[in-house]
């Protein structure tokens, strides 16, 4: 399901910030207040890698400063709250709930590290590249069974036990050092 947020052209030239009760759509319920899509990334995204069906491309608020200060604000709540979660529930989650944090939060916040070190925005495949490059290999095998759920591989049995503390330690590993490289 397609998340999305449906607004006329012209406010795409504004801070996304200041872009208020715009409806929007989330796993597939229409809703009539504001979207989490309307957020600098989602901007930076529209800005970089346009794609018009009809007319001509408008014009896309950016801002570099703006940016960064939202991509580490989101690593420093939703993120981190979501590894307080995982580690609260982490031996109560099933398989399927470990391999679903694991190609959720593995990804995620490597896409913000990526935005935070480059200034532009990738996939979720593609920050996990970026990912295996920038951070050391103690954190490897976790974002390779990251690749593995998002390319719906194959991959060796990994129990939540096990499973779940890497994906909370890679998460604080992250948030805590955004920019590391290996």
């Known amino acids: ?37 309307a957020n600098p990334a989602v901007w930076l995204t529209l800005r970089n890698h346009p794609f018009s069906i009809r007319g001509t491309l408008p014009e896309v608020w950016h801002d570099l400063d703006a940016l960064r200060i939202w991509t580490l604000n989101n690593l420093n709540t939703y993120w981190a709250d979501l590894a307080s979660q995982l580690e609260r529930a982490a031996t109560a989650l099933s398989k399927q709930a470990a391999g679903d944090a ?38 490897h095998p976790i974002i390779l069974d990251a690749l593995a759920i998002r390319h719906g591989e194959p991959r060796k049995e990994v129990p939540s036990s096990s499973a779940v503390p890497d994906v909370v330690a890679f998460l604080r590993f992250v948030i805590e050092t955004p920019g590391a490289r290996a």
């Open 1 to 37: 399901m397609a998340n999305g947020i449906y607004l006329p052209a012209a406010a795409l030239s504004r801070n996304p910030v200041d872009v208020h009760d715009v409806p929007h759509s989330h796993e597939g319920r229409f809703q009539r207040s504001r979207g989490f899509e």
């Open 102 to 139: 694991i190609g959720w939060c593995v990804p995620g916040v490597a896409r913000l590290a990526y935005t935070l070190e480059t200034g532009d925005v990738t996939s979720k495949s593609a920050a996990c590249h970026f990912a295996l490059d920038a951070y050391p290999e103690r954190w």
